[in-house]
């Protein structure tokens, strides 16, 4: 591993590991560019991950304090925890699902596809699924994404099968087992997909793509990267000018330290990344770092998620094989007749028992929940994810008054439901019904929204400097070496879960931080 001295102004510092920031790195670095990654969390690895669900959660997850407003059941049942995310080497990408599919056209420009909704804050990307496209092949074959590049579909295990078998019933057409960056065949030194099922809880077999078991390992081979754990930015600093210059942080032994900066990149997730934004507030960006616009924090969007689960005359097991490796894509489009703007997709997912007896019913207790519990064997399940509306107020914010325990103000996590997000999880919820109706279900449970979410948008992309944080590349429209690489970017959050997405914008930016770094420019 490279290493690189504290006053070195000639490397590119990288905020957060995970699927912005890990495949960020490392694209660099195969360049020939010094980067140094600071990641807050500890390095885990195959052997360390704990096939346990909630002994796995302590070990991966962002626990520290969050507080929640808004009228949304997260601050509800929730209120410490809106987002389920992972402060750990890799990032969230040790914990996902694995599904990877491409935006559609018609999601890259929603506000003219959708006119003005009232109370949604509609703006296009600034950018085309044209333009990604190349990309998206580069990102698919980096991760090894099944039914791309001639690579196979998972086997679908029981959970599928009765997805399979209600969606077909019911007249649904495109239901398979998915894109997934999962190996159905050994490819790229990694394994094919062993079935284990705790595919949240780090992947031991290595079959699951992740920055921490590709990206990372491939940037410290070129002698160009220094991995630092357990480093927690506090600020991010700049001159008189307002160029960046580096990043205050603190080490695993409490101390404070500045790295120096060519370029920063921040690729902390959308609660992280707007916060350190604005806690590097100072005189000359009184607002927050790259702030002019008030956009920073705002637009936060999560998806509209939920859960139906249904319970069978025999058993289903539905926990045996991969966690997600199963989905309906018909109600992915854009059919207002439905009662809402924008789709969303149906997909397998099963909780153990630890997590099911948090999530099924959040706060239950008595007859009727112990009943539910006992039908675990016999039950299918599956999530809804669906794009859900920008809004200005949903956000993110500096608490006024609580702070961590390096003195930093914890974020605040607003979020309101848009009557388009109600309308949408309603119209999901009865498809989700009545696929597992057709199936044969005797019992169906709809489960409400959890933790488990994808986070989306508070530092968007814009056209112009007015409407968002970052242009086309991610780049700050306010200071030129100061670059946003993860989901807090995307102007809007489409049917489709984002992580082949940001790992696509992550390649593209690599090529233009290389660029514009070698014309002197940044």
Not at 67 to 86: E, Q, Y
Not at 228 to 247: F, M, N
Request: proline share 5%.
């Amino acid at each position: 591993m490279a290493q690189y001295n504290l006053s070195d102004d000639s490397v590119v510092v990288i905020i957060g590991s995970g699927a912005g920031g890990g495949t960020l790195a490392n694209e660099l670095c195969q360049k020939g560019i010094p980067v140094v990654l600071l990641e807050a969390g500890k390095e885990e690895n195959a052997d360390t991950f704990v096939n346990d669900e909630w002994a796995s959660f302590a070990q991966l997850a962002w626990l520290d304090k969050r507080t929640t407003s808004g009228t949304w059941r997260i601050a509800k049942d929730f209120p410490n925890l809106p987002a389920w995310i992972c402060k750990t080497v890799g990032g969230t990408t040790t914990h996902w699902a694995g599904a990877s599919l491409r935006f559609q056209e018609h999601e890259f420009r929603i506000r003219s596809t959708y006119s003005d909704i009232q109370g949604a804050n509609l703006l296009d990307w600034p950018i085309t699924l044209a333009e990604l496209e190349p990309y998206y092949a580069k990102a698919e074959d980096k991760m090894g994404v099944t039914r791309t590049n001639g690579i196979p579909g998972l086997p679908g295990n029981n959970n599928f099968k009765v997805l399979y078998t209600g969606a077909k019933r019911v007249g649904y057409k495109e239901v398979h087992t998915g894109r997934m960056a999962i190996n159905s065949e050994p490819r790229h030194d990694r394994p094919s997909c062993q079935q284990i099922g705790f595919c949240f809880q780090g992947c031991k077999s290595q079959a699951k793509w992740s920055t921490l078991n590709s990206e990372i390992p491939a940037a410290l081979a070129t002698d160009k990267l220094e991995l630092r754990p357990e480093s927690h930015v506090l600020q991010i600093q700049h001159d008189a000018a307002g160029k960046v210059t580096g990043v205050l942080y603190v080490s695993s032994d409490g101390q404070q330290h500045v790295q120096k900066a060519r370029v920063v990149c921040v690729a902390g997730n959308s609660i992280e990344s707007p916060r350190l934004l604005l806690n590097s507030a100072s005189s000359k960006f009184p607002d927050g770092l790259a702030n002019s616009s008030g956009q920073v924090g705002r637009n936060y969007m999560r998806h509209v998620t939920g859960s139906v689960y249904a319970a069978f005359d025999k058993p289903v097991h539905m926990f045996r094989g991969t966690t997600m490796a199963g989905i309906i894509r018909d109600e992915s489009g854009h059919r207002p007749e439905r009662g809402f703007a924008g789709g969303y997709e149906m997909e397998t997912l099963s909780l153990g028992l630890p997590f099911m007896g948090a999530f099924l019913d959040p706060g239950s207790w008595g007859k009727d929940f112990a009943h539910r519990m006992e039908q675990y064997p016999n039950m299918a399940g599956m999530w809804i994810v669906g794009e859900d509306m920008p809004r200005e107020t949903n956000r993110v914010t500096l608490h006024a008054t609580e702070k961590d325990k390096f003195g930093m103000p914890i974020p605040n996590v607003h979020f309101d439901d848009h009557p388009n997000d109600i309308a949408m999880r309603s119209h999901a919820y009865r498809q989700g019904i009545e696929v597992y109706k057709a199936a044969g279900a005797r019992e169906v449970y709809e489960t409400p929204p959890y933790p488990s979410t994808h986070n989306l948008g508070t530092n968007r992309m814009s056209a112009n400097a007015r409407d968002g944080v970052v242009n086309k590349w991610g780049q700050t429209w306010d200071v030129k070496n100061l670059f946003v690489s993860d989901g807090s970017q995307f102007t809007t959050g489409a049917s489709e879960n984002p992580t082949l997405t940001i790992v696509t914008l992550a390649i593209r930016q690599a090529d233009y931080i290389a660029d514009q770094m070698g014309q002197r420019e940044i």
